[in-house]
T-cell receptor, first 117, second 110 residues
Framework: EAGVTQFPSHSVIEKGQTVTLRCDPI?????LYWYRRVMGKEIKFLLH????????ESGMPNNRFLAERTGGTYSTLKVQPAELEDSGVYFC???????????????FGQGTRLTVV | GDSVTQMEGPVTLSEEAFLTINCTYT??????LFWYVQYPGEGLQLLLK?????DKGSNKGFEATYRKETTSFHLEKGSVQVSDSAVYFC?????????FGKGTKLSVKP
């Protein structure tokens, strides 16, 4: 069974450009999450989809970030325009039930390392 | 709000040394506690978890005990291997999503 896959694995862009990150969750997982780790800091929650609906987007840093999950399958996270402070590793995770349930495990992708120069 | 504090790295050990990575937390209620590991070039993987006080999570020779009285969940392994080199993240799950610590990079030398 394929795990959570993220594309690209690494992206280097200039300040002001646009970048789109993609996440393919495990098949059948309705819950999809985006997290971000800025260098040397905590992995922080960005948002949570249940199928195609945004359940919680309280962690999105500002309106330069746009996440979508068309059809409730894969998700994209667009940063437009990118700023230097957006550099970091963006993780995607998926789970069958909600992550707040005791026996629910979230499965993570390998992350996309974004470098804004 | 809820938070996780774990020891700063990097940690460098020789093979077969004893490992402890400290983790303490602040949370309302009774969170579940986790250790995740990220091996080079791979995604985050759940290493072990504990869902209530005094529970001990264990996997691959690693152990951590949920200590409510000290609000801690320290990761230990009696004899590390080179293949344990990775970044380790302590995390909690309270009422909502996962909250992570900053991560501790472990390097094990042969």
């Amino acid at each position: 069974e394929a795990g959570v896959t993220q594309f690209p694995s690494h992206s280097v862009i200039e300040k002001g450009q646009t970048v789109t990150l993609r996440c393919d969750p495990i098949s059948g997982h309705d819950n999809l999450y985006w997290y971000r780790r800025v260098m040397g800091k905590e992995i922080k929650f960005l948002l949570h989809f249940v199928k195609e609906s945004k359940q919680d987007e309280s962690g999105m840093p500002n309106n330069r970030f746009l996440a979508e999950r068309t059809g409730g399958t894969y998700s994209t996270l667009k940063v437009q325009p990118a700023e230097l402070e957006d550099s970091g590793v963006y993780f995607c995770a998926s789970s069958q039930g909600g992550i707040f349930r005791v026996n629910t495990e979230a499965f993570f992708g390998q992350g996309t390392r974004l470098t804004v120069v | 709000g809820d938070s996780v504090t774990q020891m700063e790295g990097p940690v460098t050990l020789s093979e077969e040394a004893f490992l402890t990575i400290n983790c303490t937390y602040t949370a309302t209620g009774y969170p579940s506690l986790f250790w995740y590991v990220q091996y080079p070039g791979e995604g985050l993987q759940l290493l072990l978890k504990a869902t209530k006080a005094d529970d001990k999570g264990s996997n691959k020779g690693f152990e951590a005990t949920y200590r409510k009285e000290t609000t801690s969940f320290h990761l230990e392994k009696g004899s590390v291997q080179v293949s344990d080199s990775a970044v380790y993240f302590c995390a909690l799950r309270g009422q909502g999503n996962l909250i992570f610590g900053k991560g501790t990079k472990l390097s094990v030398k042969p």
